[in-house]
C-alpha cells in the first residue's frame, strides 16, 4: 500500500472529512458479528492476512479499496469520531503509519493494525498453523516484503504497463472510482511513481540487487526451518510461515493462484508486454524461495 503520513502530522480537515464519510469498521463488525478486513486487494501484506485468515476458518468480510482510495476509511476506524486513536502496528515499516493495511475490526471490538496482528491472530484462533519464527518474521518484515514492493511497483507503473495497472486499481470498484481514475488516474499514477522512485534507474538496480539476495536469505532460513522430509514448514500442509513468505515473494514469481487468481488477467497481460518482467519471473521462479512459493500457492491457496 502506498506510504501515507503519519498520525502526528495528519490534517485535521482529512480526519473530518474521514469521520463523515465512512464508519469506523469496528462498529460495522460488532453490528454484522463478523470481521471486517480493509486492503488494497492486489497488496502482497494484504495477500497475508487474506490467505491466513482464510487457513485459519476465520469468517472476514474483505473491504477492498484502490490505492489512495484507502485512506479515508482507514483513518475512519483508527481515529474513530468517539474518540481515541489506534496507531500502533506490529511491522517496523509501519509502525507510525496512520493509514497502512491491512487493517482488520473484530465484532469484539478490537483493531488489528497490520500483516503481523492478523497472522499472529490467525495462530491463536488455529495453532496448528503454527508461528513465523523470529528470524524468519525479521526478514520478511525488513528486507522481503519493502523491497518487493519497491520492485513491483517499479514493474506496475512502467507506461508500457499502464492498462494493466489501471485493470488492477479500477477491478470490480464503483462507476464513481472508474470515472475519477479516468479523470485523475494520471495524477494518482505519477503521486505512486514519485512515491516509489519507479522511474529512479539506479534505486530500482539497487533494489533489485538486494532483492535477490534477500532471496538467498529467506531461502536459506527456509530450508533450516523446514522439517526433515517434509515439503513446507508446517508440515505436509502450509502453516503460516509458508504463507507469509510465499505471499510477499508472490508479486515477483506470479503464481497463478495469487490472490485468489482475481488479477492474474492483469499480471498475465504484463508477461506477455513485458519481456523484462517476465525474464524476471522466470529469474525468481528458479530460486529456492521461488520453488517454495510456487508449491505453497498450489498446495494451499
Not at 464519510?21 to 478486513?37: E, F, K, N, S, V
Not at 514469481?253 to 519481456?275: H, K, M, N, R
Request: hydrophobic share 45%.
Amino acid at each position: 500500500a502506498v506510504a501515507p503520513p503519519s498520525g502526528r502530522t495528519m490534517p485535521s480537515l482529512l480526519l473530518k472529512v474521514a469521520q463523515w464519510t465512512h464508519q469506523d469498521l469496528a462498529m460495522t463488525a460488532q453490528q454484522l458479528g463478523r470481521a471486517q478486513l480493509l486492503t488494497v486487494p492486489y497488496s502482497h501484506y494484504c495477500e497475508i492476512a487474506k490467505w491466513s485468515l482464510a487457513a485459519s476458518g476465520v469468517p472476514f468480510d474483505e473491504v477492498a479499496c484502490p490505492p489512495v482510495a484507502h485512506v479515508l476509511p482507514t483513518l475512519a476506524t483508527r481515529f474513530p469520531a468517539g474518540g481515541g486513536r489506534r496507531v500502533a502496528a506490529d511491522s517496523s515499516s509501519i509502525a507510525t503509519s496512520a493509514t497502512s493495511i491491512p487493517l482488520l475490526a473484530l465484532p469484539s471490538g478490537e483493531v488489528l493494525l497490520d500483516s503481523w496482528q492478523i497472522v499472529n491472530f490467525a495462530s491463536k484462533t488455529r495453532p496448528n498453523l503454527g508461528v513465523v519464527p523470529d528470524s524468519l518474521r525479521a526478514l520478511l518484515d525488513e528486507e522481503l516484503g519493502p523491497l518487493t514492493r519497491q520492485s513491483c511497483y517499479a514493474v506496475l507503473l512502467k507506461e508500457k504497463n499502464y492498462a494493466a495497472w489501471s485493470g488492477l486499481v479500477t477491478h470490480n470498484t464503483s462507476l464513481l472510482w472508474r470515472l475519477a481514475w479516468y479523470v485523475i488516474g494520471g495524477r494518482i499514477t505519477s503521486f505512486m511513481v514519485k512515491t516509489f522512485r519507479a522511474h529512479d534507474a539506479a534505486r530500482i538496480s539497487e533494489c533489485e540487487a538486494k532483492l535477490r539476495e534477500s532471496f538467498d536469505r529467506v531461502g536459506a532460513e527456509l530450508k533450516k526451518l523446514t522439517p526433515a522430509g517434509a515439503p513446507f514448514i508446517g508440515g505436509a500442509l502450509p502453516g503460516l510461515s509458508d504463507i507469509a513468505a510465499a505471499s510477499l515473494v508472490a508479486p515477483k514469481c506470479f503464481p497463478d493462484a495469487y490472490c485468489g487468481g482475481v488479477f492474474y488477467p492483469y499480471f498475465s497481460q504484463i508477461l506477455t508486454a513485458d519481456e523484462a518482467a517476465k525474464m524476471d519471473a522466470e529469474m525468481y521462479r528458479a530460486t529456492a524461495l521461488g520453488r517454495h512459493c510456487m508449491s505453497v500457492y498450489a498446495a494451499g491457496r
